[in-house]
Structure formats: structure tokens, C-alpha cells
């Protein structure tokens, strides 16, 4: 959204731009009166038009490194203020006009680039003189280090002042506040891009101007370095996001526990976090702290899980008993919560969110800015929702009532600042408020019993008096709010899908009824039985059904709930395929051979109800949740919407688990090799030490490095040597035995693990892979190729160590030593090219 910019932040960028432009005219003047080296100017100009594109942005803050701010700096020490800042000029008005830009932000950019130069690089000729001569002086080294810092500084205060004064102007915030939320961190970028115009200057001092060619390859290689890192930088926030959202959503599964407490308010925990999100972005509330703010605005009723229902669902004026117990709701929320080591102020938010700002709220009396300002906004956006939704005691306000209510609490219940900004934000931010409705419910009711469908009648279990009624729905809710809680609590502490599926069955087992439970997953064009529970498990798992076949195709098509059809034409269906593709109905799997189609065909017949609920994550089918009773009964519109959340939440955890083992399994193999890398050797490591530890047999520690490998990627280049690795690691690999394990540790460099190796075995082994990389050539092209040899040195857990790190220094100096007497012994070791001969 595009800010209205008011006048003073016009005067201001208006004014910086024409001291801009006013310091370059004066140095273009100042250049004609004191020419520069044209081909110096004109190669630096070129080198800033070449590299104007090579930005990284920084993850986290609105700043990025670029090339060309080292090639002004080199212009400032070599050339003279002057020809820096119109240097400076082109640059920023490259940059300015790139895409659609505003002419306030050439000025801005220009003045800023132009001013900022101008000033560092004069305060650098007055401490020091004419920078130039203190480039080619070796004697005054560190006058010219103290002047690179010092234009960096200057040029990094004046310019990010400049730029945050304007925005701070333009958007009506705080200067000090913008400069440390977009600028504070990105000093690293000023000085860096000075440190390298310092390393070439002095390269153009001792080697002459003409090796600035040289400096072009490292400049561009720390920018690719740069990128490359940055890169996994962002990649690996984004995994942090991703997991924190994952926790975010176990604590919303603990919410719908303290919903389900207080019937009336259903709903309310949702409202209250996205109006408490709205707000506090409004209100300029801390964004490393903002995950804490929804958290506090997810939990700041948990407290009323300790206030009896029938306070809270009391129709008339509670007594001053009753009064007191609902004002202890907050002190228990914060003592419940004080357990869990929250990174983020939301204890003191839950604690203190009835708290009024005159002081007479509860429970500590706090008075004005002594409140939390997390724990104001929660009064403004709690008290808004309440008034605006129905209540025992009395039917919803409308909107403009509500408002005008708490207009009126001004300055008593509410702070003034955070009221007066909560009426000017709330069109925007009550539009994002969550639906109530839930996603459609499909009944199948052919108005007559049939096979596998029941009457519409049935679909809930009628119970025979009030009392067994009461006693039933009491049940019910204790059952819903442990086994929520429960699920949350248990998803949120796993990412492996093998124990995510079994706690949801689990779980499932303590809130419906079924006979057999099915967590079918997505696989693109057809939905498999990834995890069965109950009656025919064995059977029924793995089974595939098509999308769009039968109810649970039909569930994956249509993302929605099915209720009252049975599961023969899912069954019928399968059988179908596996016909196809065996004329006995006889399939073998890895647990041996199982007659499917006897056991499909009997629990066919026996079931007689389906329920069957889409896993989405968004608009991602993740998978269906499919659960079948052999009972001739229906699933109450309470065991359905309990088992529509489950499944939301399920399709949540089960996505992260997917995701995280596909970052897991990518995260610990060599992509070159195949082989796992060094992350993994690692925690490997420590599981075979403990079971080499409890079984008591040896642990070898082999470690081996390529001779003559370096000398290859130099002379045929470094595919050729990929291809080395890869095809040296498979004959390496081929050598072990079966339960030996080898890892890429780095580069040319392999380390494998051996179970129960003696001494001789050991060396047998090591023999016989020199051998076979001996022998080993890698045809380069016809008539020529290229041959490498390898060291290996070992070490033994328990005999030279029992670290990981002592074992790996043992078995590195061996090589070493190993090594040198290859070289000594054998000079077919090293990096010939010979006729092509065949392997042997």
C-alpha cells in the first residue's frame, strides 16, 4: 500500500536532491578544472554499467550488497572526491530508473550517494591529504587502513541517515526506529565493499593500474561467494519459518481445547489473534516479537480451563463469587504457561490483558504504561470481539455500538494511542477475520436401507433420557478437550512421518468409533494406504485407488467430506487392479505373500459405515483420513466437525513430515557421490559407537584421500575430476562388505566406517582397494587418460580414541604418513596419461 507523503517529507527529499545535484555540478566543474585519468574514469564508469545488476539482498533487512559501491570507493582513494561522486551520480541513477520509479526517488538516491561520498572522502583528504599518495605510500599503511574505515563510517552514517529520514518522513514513523529496523545491520555491506576497494587499490599500487583487470575475477568471486551463502542463508530461514509455523499450529490444536471449555465463545480465540496481529502491526509493535503476540492472543483464555462452565455460561450477572473466579483466569493462564520457556513476552501478555489503564483492572491494579503493550492491545482487540458476538447475559452490539462503548472507555480501559489507532485500522483488518462456517458435509441417504448405506435417521446414536444425554455430551467434551490436547501436544513434538500416522491413529481410537482406520496419501493421480489400523491392516495397506474412483477417489477430487457410503466400490475397485496384475489374486510383498482378494472381499462385506475426511494443507491434498465400522451407525455432527479439525491439523503435521524428510534425506547425501556427506557421519557416528559399545566388537575408522587428484582437475578440468569421484567412490563402495559404510567426507576425501574388522582384516582391506584404484584409469579421450592412486590411514574406537575427532586425527596422520611412502615407493602413482588399456 502506497503511503500518503506529507509535506515535510517532500521539503526534505526535495532538498536532499538539489544539494545532490548541486554536488555533482560542482564536481564536474572541479573536473574540469582538474582533469583525471580519462581511461581511469571511463574503465571504472564501465566496470559500475557492468555490474549495476549484481545485488544480493540480505535476508531479514531491506538492504543489499552490489559491486559497484567498491569500484567508487577504488574512483575515491584514486581519483579524487570528485570523480567519485560523479561516479557516484551514474550509479544511483541506474539504479533509480530501474523498473518504475518515482522522480522523489532519483533525488533521494542521487543525493544521498552524492552527499555521503563527498562528505567521507573530503574528511579523509583533511585528515590525511590527498588520498591518492596515501594509496602508493607502503610507509603510511596504516593512515590508509584508519582512512578506509573512515569513509566507510561517514559514507555509511550520512547515506542510511539520508535514505531513513525520508522513508521515516514519508511513512510518519519514528527516524530512529526506521534506521535500526532497515539500516542498523547492514554496516557489514559498507565496510566489506571498502575493504575490497582497499585490497585493489594497493594491487594497483604495487602492480600498476593495468592489474585492476586482476581484481575483476575476486571481486566477482566474492560475489558469488556471497550469493551462494546468503542463498543457504534464506533457504535455511525459510526451514526455520516453516517449523516455526508448525509450532504455531500445535498451539492453535491447544486452543481448540480451551474453546471447547466455553461453548459460547467458539470461535473467539481466532478473532481475537487475527485483530491482535492487525492491531499490533498498526501500532508499531516489535516484528521479532510478533510471534509471540499471536501466541499470547491464542492462549489468553487457557486460564479459563480452571473456571467451571457454569460460570461462563451463565445466563444473568455473576455474583462477586462468582466474579473472583473468573478473574483468576489470567493468573492461571500465566502459571500454566510459565512451564514452557517462550521466546517471545507472552506470559506477561496473558497474565496482564484485563488489566485497565486507569489502574481498577485486575490482577495487579497496573496503571498506564506499566501494562505490557503486547497485553494493551489484547484488552482493546478481546473487548471489541466480546461486544460484537452473542453472549449468555446478552445478544451481540452492533458494530458501531461496540465502537462507540469503547470510545467512551477512553483513557480508562483502553490506552488512548492504541484505541485511537485500533478505530483507524479496523475496516482493513476485519476483513481478514476467519469464516465460522466449516467445510460442506456430503449425506448419502437413497431414502431406503442399501447395501453399505443407512437411512438419514441413523447418522447419530439416539440416547434414551436426558440424564444419558447429559452424561453422553459431558463424556464427549472431556474426551475432545484431552485427546486435542493430546495431539497437539504429541505432532507438535515429532517431524517423522512414521510416528506422526501412528499418533493420529492412536489418538483416533479415544474419540470415534471404527473398525478400521486408513490414512490414505496423495501420489499424485491416485491416493495409498501410507498407514491402516484395526480390523484387516495387513491386508488393506498399500492399496491405491484412483482419483475420482470410489469415495475416497471421490473425497480426493471433490476436497470434501463424505459420510454414510460404505467401501465396496473401493474395495471392488482394488481387487479390480490386482486382477490385472495377477490371474491368481495372489500379489507378493516384502512381508511375503497374502491373499488379498479373499481378504478385500470379506471386508467388503462386513462394513457397513464410511466416514471419510479430505487432508488439506491450504489447497494441497495431502491425503484422506478414512475410518470404517462394522457397525450400521452414523457419526454425530459433533464426532464430525471434532474430526474435521483433527484432520486439518493432521494434514498440517503430515505435510511437515513430508517436507522435512525430503530437506533431511537431501540435507545428508552427497549430490555428487550418492554417497551420505559429513553432516551425517557425524550423528551416524555417535549410533554406531553406542552399538559397538553395547555389543562389544571392534569399530574402524577408515579415512582416505585421492593421490594425485588435484593435478587432474588442473590439467583436464573439474568435470573430469567429478566424474573421477564418482565412478572411484562406486569402486570403493563395491569393495566394502554389506554392513560397512562409506561417506564423501570432503572433496577428495572419503571416510568409511567398518563393523567388526580385525587388524588383518583391516589391511586385507586397504590392499585391495590401493589395488583396484591403481589399476583404475578414467579414458580422458582416445588415447589418453587419467589415473589417481590413494592414501589410507585408520584408527581403532576404544584403542586411539574414543571421540569422533581423536579417531578421525589418528587415522588422518596415518594416511599422511601413508602417503608419503606411496610417494616414495611407487612413482605409477602419480598423474600419468598413458594409452588407453582395458580395467581389469
Known amino acids: 500500500m502506497r503511503h500518503k507523503v506529507g509535506l515535510h517529507a517532500k521539503l526534505f527529499t526535495w532538498a536532499v536532491a538539489t544539494a545532490g545535484v548541486c554536488a555533482l555540478l560542482y564536481s564536474t566543474y572541479r573536473l574540469w578544472l582538474e582533469p583525471v585519468h580519462l581511461e581511469w574514469m571511463v574503465l571504472l564508469m564501465v566496470m559500475v554499467l557492468v555490474t549495476w545488476n549484481a545485488e544480493i539482498y540480505i535476508p531479514g533487512v531491506r538492504s543489499k550488497i552490489t559491486l559497484s559501491d567498491t569500484f567508487i570507493y577504488v574512483c575515491a582513494f584514486l581519483l579524487g572526491p570528485w570523480a567519485a561522486v560523479a561516479l557516484g551520480s551514474v550509479d544511483a541513477m541506474v539504479r533509480s530508473f530501474r523498473g518504475t520509479r518515482r522522480v522523489a526517488t532519483v533525488g533521494i538516491n542521487l543525493g544521498a550517494i552524492n552527499l555521503s561520498v563527498m562528505a567521507a572522502t573530503l574528511a579523509a583528504v583533511g585528515l590525511f591529504g590527498p588520498l591518492d599518495q596515501l594509496v602508493h605510500d607502503g610507509r603510511r599503511l596504516k593512515e590508509f587502513a584508519l582512512a578506509l574505515g573512515i569513509v566507510a563510517l561517514i559514507n555509511y552514517l550520512i547515506n542510511t541517515g539520508l535514505v531513513a529520514t525520508s522513508l521515516a518522513l514519508s511513512r510518519g514513523k519514528s527516524i530512529i526506529k526506521t534506521w535500526k529496523e532497515g539500516f542498523l545491520w547492514t554496516s557489514a555491506v559498507f565496510f566489506v565493499g571498502m575493504l575490497a576497494a582497499g585490497l585493489i587499490c594497493k594491487a594497483i599500487a604495487v602492480l600498476g593500474f593495468y592489474s585492476f583487470v586482476i581484481s575483476v575475477p575476486i571481486v566477482l568471486l566474492t560475489y558469488i561467494a556471497y550469493r551462494t551463502y546468503l542463498g543457504k542463508v534464506e533457504a535455511s530461514n525459510k526451514h526455520i519459518e516453516s517449523l516455526t509455523k508448525l509450532h504455531l499450529a500445535a498451539i492453535e490444536s491447544l486452543t481448540m481445547a480451551i474453546d471447547a471449555k466455553d461453548q459460547v465463545t467458539r470461535g473467539h480465540i481466532q478473532r481475537v489473534r487475527v485483530l491482535a496481529e492487525g492491531l499490533g ?93 503486547g497485553a494493551r492491545i489484547l484488552t482493546v482487540v478481546d473487548c471489541y470481539d466480546a461486544l460484537t458476538t452473542n453472549r449468555p447475559y446478552r445478544p451481540c452490539y452492533t458494530r458501531q455500538q461496540a465502537l462507540e462503548i469503547m470510545r467512551r472507555d477512553s483513557g480508562r480501559t483502553f490506552d488512548p494511542v492504541v484505541l485511537k489507532t485500533f478505530f483507524e485500522v479496523i475496516d482493513s483488518i476485519e476483513v ?4 465460522l462456517s466449516h467445510r460442506p458435509v456430503t449425506i448419502f441417504d437413497t431414502g431406503r436401507p442399501a447395501p453399505g448405506r443407512f437411512p438419514e435417521q441413523s447418522l447419530a446414536l439416539m440416547p434414551k433420557s436426558r440424564t444419558e444425554k447429559a452424561l453422553l455430551d459431558i463424556a464427549a467434551a472431556q474426551r475432545e478437550v ?74 480426493a477430487r471433490h ?113 555428487l557421490t550418492g554417497l551420505p556427506n559429513s553432516r551425517y557421519m557425524y550423528s551416524f557416528f555417535d549410533q554406531e559407537r553406542s552399538r559397538a559399545d553395547r555389543q562389544g566388537y571392534p569399530l574402524v575408522m577408515m579415512m582416505m584421500d585421492l593421490d594425485g587428484f588435484k593435478k587432474i582437475n588442473d590439467t583436464y578440468g573439474h568435470h573430469i575430476g567429478d566424474e573421477i569421484l564418482r565412478r572411484i567412490s ?41 589395488a583396484s584404484v591403481d589399476d583404475f584409469a578414467h579414458e580422458v579421450r582416445p588415447g589418453r587418460v587419467a589415473r ?53
Not at 625 to 632: D, G, H, I, K, V
Not at 644 to 655: D, F, K, L, P
Open 559 to 671: 476436497r470434501q467430506v463424505l459420510i454414510g457410503s460404505s467401501p465396496t466400490s473401493n474395495m471392488e475397485q482394488s481387487l479390480g487392479r490386482l486382477d490385472a496384475e495377477s490371474d491368481d489374486g495372489i500379489v507378493v510383498g516384502r512381508t511375503g505373500v497374502v491373499d488379498f482378494e479373499n481378504a478385500l472381499g470379506k471386508a467388503a462385506a462386513e462394513y457397513r459405515t464410511t466416514a471419510i475426511f479430505p487432508l488439506l494443507q491450504g489447497e494441497t491434498l495431502v491425503g484422506a483420513l478414512a475410518l470404517y465400522s462394522e457397525e450400521n451407525r452414523g457419526y454425530s455432527a459433533d464426532e464430525v466437525r471434532l474430526l474435521e479439525t483433527i484432520s486439518t491439523h493432521t494434514a498440517v503435521a503430515v505435510s511437515n513430515a513430508l517436507a522435512f524428510e525430503r530437506t533431511q534425506e537431501s540435507a545428508l547425501t552427497d549430490n
Open 730 to 770: 562406486q569402486l570403493v563402495r563395491r569393495k566394502l562388505r554389506m554392513g560397512d559404510t562409506l561417506i564423501r567426507y570432503a572433496g577428495d576425501e572419503f571416510v568409511a566406517v567398518l563393523h567388526r574388522a580385525t587388524p588383518d582384516m583391516v589391511d586385507d582391506l586397504k590392499r585391495r582397494l590401493q
Open 281 to 373: 502491526r498498526a501500532c508499531g509493535y516489535p516484528e521479532d516479537q510478533m510471534e509471540g503476540l499471536k501466541a499470547a492472543a491464542l492462549l489468553h483464555d487457557i486460564g479459563k480451563l480452571a473456571v467451571p462452565e457454569h460460570i461462563l455460561c451463565k445466563p444473568g450477572k455473576l455474583s462477586t463469587a462468582e466474579f473472583s473466579k473468573v478473574m483468576i483466569h489470567p493468573v492461571i493462564g500465566a502459571d500454566i504457561l510459565s512451564n514452557v520457556e517462550f521466546p517471545y513476552e507472552v506470559v506477561p501478555i496473558v497474565k496482564h490483558h484485563h488489566e485497565k489503564y486507569d489502574g481498577t483492572g485486575y490482577p495487579s491494579g497496573l496503571e498506564g504504561e506499566e501494562i505490557p503493550l
Open 432 to 435: 481478514d477475520l476467519p469464516p
Open 788 to 840: 589417481v592412486g590413494i592414501s589410507i590411514g585408520h584408527a581403532t574406537y576404544g584403542e586411539d580414541g574414543h571421540a569422533i575427532d581423536e579417531l578421525m586425527e589418528v587415522a588422518d596422520q596415518r594416511m599422511y604418513e601413508d602417503k608419503i611412502s606411496r610417494k616414495r615407493g611407487a612413482l605409477s602413482m602419480r598423474v600419468l596419461s598413458f594409452p588407453a588399456r582395458s580395467i581389469g
Open 482 to 555: 484431552l485427546s486435542l490436547y493430546e495431539i497437539s501436544q504429541t505432532l507438535g513434538s515429532t517431524l517423522k512421518l512414521s510416528e506422526v500416522l501412528p499418533i493420529v491413529a492412536a489418538k483416533l481410537e479415544n474419540i470415534a468409533n471404527f473398525t478400521t482406520l486408513i490414512i490414505y496419501l496423495n501420489q499424485g493421480e491416485k491416493m495409498r494406504a501410507s498407514y491402516v489400523s484395526g480390523k484387516h491392516a495387513a491386508a488393506l495397506k498399500g492399496i491405491e485407488i484412483a482419483e475420482g474412483e470410489g469415495e475416497t477417489g471421490w473425497v
